[in-house]
């Protein structure tokens, strides 16, 4: 875990490849994805020679933050600055929680250092700003500025996401069968 400004941490994934064909980051990163919810694969993650140890022989945790916030801004999109008004609010809402300096319209709360308390806290401010109501449901579907910038101006949008949290409780029910069929 890497710190955020206001001291929440940022998730990141470190593992060891050994072996003739070591995985890849990609090959992890859809591993994991297919395993759990995308809000819930991390954001940072990067293969390691060996874990950095402290003079006791322990993993040196302090190490490892070190590089959290190098690899979060490696794995950005190209930045694009927000365009309207609602997209400058937005970004600067997540700045504030995620403690960065700028947030570009395609940049996912989730790969960026967001976690799900920091989602409860933006909901909070969001309501505020909003001219339509959002639920915590909404911010998990839409998880770049622009995308989400764009649900909370929309007039007639309620039809699409309830059938896209239906499909995302399908898939997740289809991992956990998979999950359980591989556990017997």
């Given at each position: 875990m890497g710190e955020t400004a206001e001291g929440s941490g940022r998730l990141a994934a470190f593992f060891v490849t050994k072996g003739?064909?070591?995985p890849t980051t990609e090959s992890v990163r859809e591993y994991l994805g297919?395993?759990?919810p995308d809000y819930m694969v991390p954001p940072a993650l990067t293969a390691l020679d060996d874990l950095p140890l402290t003079a006791n022989g322990k993993v040196d945790k302090k190490q490892l933050a070190k590089q959290v916030t190098v690899l979060l801004e490696k794995n950005r999109p190209k930045r694009i600055a927000p365009r309207n008004e609602?997209?400058?609010q937005v970004a600067g809402i997540w700045c504030e929680l995620l403690g960065c300096k700028e947030v570009g319209v395609?940049?996912?709360f989730f790969e960026i250092g967001g976690n799900s308390l920091l989602a409860l806290r933006m909901h909070t401010r969001l309501q505020a700003i909003s001219p339509r109501d959002i639920s915590i449901v909404n911010i998990f579907?839409?998880?770049t500025?622009?995308?989400l910038s764009r649900f909370m101006t929309a007039e007639?949008?309620?039809q699409a996401t309830?059938?896209?949290t239906t499909d995302r409780g399908i898939m997740r029910r289809e991992r956990m069968k998979r999950k359980m069929r591989r556990h017997q």
């Amino acid at each position: 875990m890497g710190e955020t400004a206001e001291g929440s941490g940022r998730l990141a994934a470190f593992f060891v490849t050994k072996g003739e064909t070591p995985p890849t980051t990609e090959s992890v990163r859809e591993y994991l994805g297919q395993r759990l919810p995308d809000y819930m694969v991390p954001p940072a993650l990067t293969a390691l020679d060996d874990l950095p140890l402290t003079a006791n022989g322990k993993v040196d945790k302090k190490q490892l933050a070190k590089q959290v916030t190098v690899l979060l801004e490696k794995n950005r999109p190209k930045r694009i600055a927000p365009r309207n008004e609602i997209e400058k609010q937005v970004a600067g809402i997540w700045c504030e929680l995620l403690g960065c300096k700028e947030v570009g319209v395609l940049d996912n709360f989730f790969e960026i250092g967001g976690n799900s308390l920091l989602a409860l806290r933006m909901h909070t401010r969001l309501q505020a700003i909003s001219p339509r109501d959002i639920s915590i449901v909404n911010i998990f579907e839409h998880t770049t500025v622009n995308a989400l910038s764009r649900f909370m101006t929309a007039e007639h949008n309620i039809q699409a996401t309830t059938s896209t949290t239906t499909d995302r409780g399908i898939m997740r029910r289809e991992r956990m069968k998979r999950k359980m069929r591989r556990h017997q």
